[in-house]
Nanobody
Framework: QVQLVESGGGLVQAGDSLRLSCAAS????????MGWFRQPPGKEREFVAA????????VYADSVKGRFTISRDSAQNTVYLQMNSLEPEDTAAYYC????????????????WGQGTQVTVSS
């Protein structure tokens, strides 16, 4: 059974940093793309970042480019989202996802999802 478990969210101030983790289990993810999405309060889920499991082909939403970095530790089967210079607009529930279709901005192309972790950025 595939499981994606996010952690690392919390309440921070504008300008602070957080690192989210996504622990993946239940299968081999070598041929999978891994993505991060977020859902701000009262809004639809939106793309944040994605990459292939090898670490190549990373893509980012324009709103986070230069501030967020997606990476992975293959030995730990874990994907990370390093978030720097956080802004109140980054407040959202953050979700990890895995998909067989390569790094994509489209959440419909991901097959597995975590339960989410909340990030709240105060001004």
């Amino acid at each position: 059974q595939v499981q994606l478990v996010e952690s690392g969210g919390g309440l921070v101030q504008a300008g602070d940093s957080l690192r989210l983790s996504c622990a993946a289990s239940g299968r081999t993810f070598t041929n999978y793309a891994m993505g991060w999405f977020r859902q701000p309060p009262g809004k639809e889920r939106e793309f944040v970042a994605a990459m292939s499991w090898t670490g190549a082909n990373a893509v980012y939403a324009d709103s986070v480019k230069g501030r967020f970095t997606i990476s992975r530790d293959s030995a730990q089967n874990t994907v990370y989202l390093q978030m720097n210079s956080l802004e109140p607009e980054d407040t959202a529930a953050y979700y990890c996802a895995a998909g067989r279709n390569g790094p994509s901005r489209l959440y419909g192309l991901y097959n597995y999802w975590g339960q989410g972790t909340q990030v709240t950025v105060s001004s």
